[in-house]
């Protein structure tokens, strides 16, 4: 939480700022900075290698404020984290998570289904001698929150335009 919720390496108690990276899905390790260069909250969690024309949402046309007011819109209740299965304990912590929420508000031009969205996936946490988080690895299946997002029907034809669906999943359930 603390890495949306503050704007100053100073004021962070649980990461050693200055020694942060940030890995997602295998990808060369983000430091702080980097992060708040790619739009911070929710847009360096959703990177990708998909070309523009398949996003729904896409990171780089998205900033902070824009980002979190998608996801805070869609699930006014939150969308809650829980950790399911502690694999390893400091000074390396691996872990595997669900991320889950009732998608209560719009998306991008999709209307609410109230449907549970969820996601599963692996972190490794790795800390300091003081115990402060100095790299953290995220591994998941973007696609798992962004196609509960999309199941909504589309609100109207004045919203941006999304990618159009997988031929072979249109008709999946």
Known sequence: MELFHKTSDAD???FDSSNYTFSLNGRKGISLAEKRKLGGGYNYLLQTSLPTEFLCHNPAEEAVDSSHRAFTTAF??????????VYSGPPEIVYKFRHWGYMEGPFKGHSPTGELVELFGMAVFKLNESEKVVSVEFFFDRGEVLGGLLKGASLDS???QVAPPCPYLRNAG
Do not use: D, T
Request: charged share 25%; net charge neutral.
């Open 76 to 85: 006014p209740r939150g969308f809650a984290v829980e950790i399911l299965h």
């Open 158 to 160: 004045s919203h941006e």
């Open 12 to 14: 962070y108690k649980s």
